[in-house]
């Protein structure tokens, strides 16, 4: 079946920087296209980026564009995720995802498979 892990969240001051990792097993990341969304206290989750299993494509969301960068590392099975210039209302529950299609996706339905998130949490 698989898994994705979730690491590196925590607790930052604005203006910080935090590197998360999804850690994959039982399925090679170089097969899916990768997501990442969070979801703050009351709000629902939202897309944050994606990345794509084959001609590497990334798409972000305006919050975070300039700010984050996602990249994948195959021989560790490991998607990441640098947020620097962090602010307050980036403090949220981080989650991975993965799916099955080519391209990159906004949609939480589009993903197939999900870990159990990773909380970052960003101090003023």
């Known amino acids: 079946q698989g898994q994705l892990v979730e690491s590196g969240g925590g607790l930052v001051q604005a203006g910080g920087s935090l590197r998360l990792s999804c850690a994959a097993s039982g399925r090679s990341i170089s097969s899916y296209t990768t997501g990442w969304f969070r979801q703050a206290p009351g709000k629902e989750r939202e897309f944050v980026t994606a990345i794509t299993w084959g001609n590497t494509i990334t798409d972000y969301a305006d919050s975070v564009k300039g700010r984050c960068t996602i990249s994948r590392d195959n021989a560790k099975n490991t998607v990441y995720l640098q947020m620097d210039s962090l602010k307050p209302e980036d403090t949220a529950v981080y989650y991975c995802?993965?799916?099955?299609?080519?391209?990159?996706?906004?949609?939480?339905?589009?993903?197939?498979?999900w870990g159990q998130g990773t909380q970052v949490t960003v101090s003023s």
């Open positions: 995802a993965q799916r099955t299609g080519w391209d990159t996706r906004r949609g939480i339905g589009e993903y197939d498979y």
